[in-house]
């Protein structure tokens, strides 16, 4: 399983961009990068996924390294309810989500 | 559409008592799985189902830990007995169970175990 290393925590004001960076450089080279985000007395919910291309939804984009060992999530602008912690998991065919300690995110008004 | 479901969303028990969780997941998810999160960690799988069938219980502590998942449908996670170890939240969650590395997982909002 591939390991991953992510700030423990990080801050940003409120209708900022935040930028979340994730090292992986034990990726297997058919892992997806999935990003999961766990608000506080919530379960984890699903942000965003990518193999090698950069991607965008409606929550966040993510950019991927182009030698994979790294990945980056982007949150346009930060809302007070973006305030979560925030996994970076690599997947593999076996689907199996191996959570780290995640970025804990902080947003002031 | 409804999420997964869990209940309850609290529970405090003595030492050596026994204690469920129960769990309804997204209607058409085949697969199943039971989160343990301590605090301050992310989750840690302990079992996950594909239909009725546990496909990976490695990390279940089998000699207290047991669970099920009747018709395929709700499961039940159940300690017995507890000890204060055990004090985390319980997390279930869910998906389709089709596309391997791409598979998303939804989950519930957890059962808040306290063991005194």
């Known amino acids: ?109 | 559409e409804a999420g997964v479901v869990q209940s309850p969303r609290y529970k405090i028990i003595e030492k050596k008592q026994p204690v469920a969780f129960w769990c309804n997941p997204i209607s058409g998810h085949n697969t199943l799985y039971w989160y343990l999160q301590n605090l301050g960690q992310g989750p840690e799988l302990l079992i996950r189902y594909e239909n009725e069938e546990a496909v990976d219980d490695s990390q279940l502590p089998k000699d207290r830990f047991s669970a099920e998942r009747l018709k395929g449908v709700d499961s039940t996670l159940k300690i017995q007995p507890a000890e204060l170890g055990d004090s985390a939240v319980y997390l279930c969650a869910s998906s389709f169970g089709l596309a391997g590395e791409e598979e998303t997982q939804y989950f519930g909002p957890g059962t808040r175990l306290l063991v005194l």
């Open chain 1, 1 to 109: 399983d591939a390991k991953t290393t992510q700030p423990n925590s990080m801050e940003s004001n409120e209708e900022e961009p935040v930028h979340l960076p994730c090292n992986h450089s034990t990726i297997s080279g058919t892992d997806y990068i999935h990003w999961y985000r766990q608000l506080p007395s919530q379960g984890p919910e699903y942000v965003i996924h990518g193999l090698t291309s950069n991607v965008n939804n409606r929550m966040a984009s993510l950019a991927i390294a182009e030698d994979r060992k790294s990945s980056t999530l982007i949150l346009h602008r930060a809302t007070l309810r973006d305030a979560a912690v925030y996994y970076c998991i690599p997947v593999s065919n076996t689907d199996k989500l191996i959570f780290g300690t995640g970025t804990r995110l902080q947003v002031f008004p």
